[in-house]
């Protein structure tokens, strides 16, 4: 089942096409890498469709929304596309345990503050962080870390999730143990999730579908078997 389309959305940064014509079907539930080369516009997609930047023309829709039309004139801003990102760095606030900092998006929501308890105990104990809450970012290891920041994204029920690069900064034994705790979160929780990466290897490992792009152009799609066929 689709739930989300972007058709022929194009962006230029002065005289880099960052983007240029990318229409594709997001499909419910689904794990959808974008893999390139640095550079290729896979951040732009992603920030793109987070609301973060906004395209020079064509549509996206997400589960039936218009969530940005440029000849509809509809620009629905970040907050309000319940949509969230991951990103690589940065990923928390030092000063805020991780109780706090995977409350927030709620806590600004001013959800009642027993469901929000409620809520946060068991996204810490979906991505294996239970009994770590009093902790301080800097008290956490890399992989613990990440997996906090996808506690905060999964939090507010998103739509999708969306993450840039998660796992580039963990070394390669504890990358591909997130990989698998990320196909195992999607599994459980059903969630549509757009991954960004460069790394060829992971998108094969997790990915029920990869999309490879190259200057800005999107050049195949399809389950990794299709988009790498063995000789
Ligand atoms: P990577 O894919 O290696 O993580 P980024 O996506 O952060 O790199 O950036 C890719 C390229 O885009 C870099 O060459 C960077 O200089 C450029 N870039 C990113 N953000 C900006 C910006 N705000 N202004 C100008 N150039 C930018
Ligand atoms: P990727 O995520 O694949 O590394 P990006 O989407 O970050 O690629 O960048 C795509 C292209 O757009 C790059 O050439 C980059 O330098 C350029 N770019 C990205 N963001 C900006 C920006 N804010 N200002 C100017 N150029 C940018």
């Known amino acids: 089942m689709i739930s989300g389309m972007i058709r022929s959305i194009s962006k230029k940064y002065n005289e880099v096409n960052a983007l240029n014509d990318i229409s594709l079907d997001i499909y419910k539930g689904e794990l959808l890498s974008i893999l390139g080369s640095s550079g290729c516009g896979k951040s732009t997609l992603l920030y793109c469709i987070a609301g973060l930047e906004k395209p020079d023309c064509g549509n996206i829709n997400l589960n039936d929304r218009v969530l940005f039309s440029k000849t509809k004139k509809v620009f629905i801003p970040p907050e309000k596309r319940n949509v969230s990102l991951?990103?690589?760095?940065?990923?928390?606030?030092?000063?805020?345990?991780?109780?706090?900092?995977?409350?927030y998006p709620l806590q600004i929501r001013k959800v009642n503050k027993s469901i929000i308890k409620k809520e946060v105990f068991n996204i810490l104990d979906l991505v294996g962080l239970s009994g770590k809450e009093k902790k301080y970012p800097f008290e956490l290891s890399g992989g613990e870390q990440q997996r906090a920041a996808v506690a905060r994204g999964l939090i507010m029920k998103p739509d999708i999730l969306l993450l840039d690069e998660p796992?580039?900064?963990?070394d390669a034994k504890l990358r591909e143990k997130m990989q698998d705790e990320l196909k195992r979160i999607q599994?459980?929780?059903?969630?549509?999730?757009?991954?960004?990466?460069?790394d060829q290897e992971e998108a094969m490992r997790i990915s029920d579908r990869i999309a490879i792009m190259n200057k800005g152009k999107l050049l195949q799609i399809g389950c990794p078997s299709e988009v790498y066929k063995k000789p």
């Open 86 to 103: 991951v990103f690589q760095n940065y990923a928390l606030w030092p000063h805020m345990n991780i109780f706090k900092n995977v409350a």
């Open 167 to 170: 796992f580039s900064n963990l």
């Open 187 to 198: 599994k459980l929780t059903k969630l549509t999730m757009i991954h960004v990466t460069h």
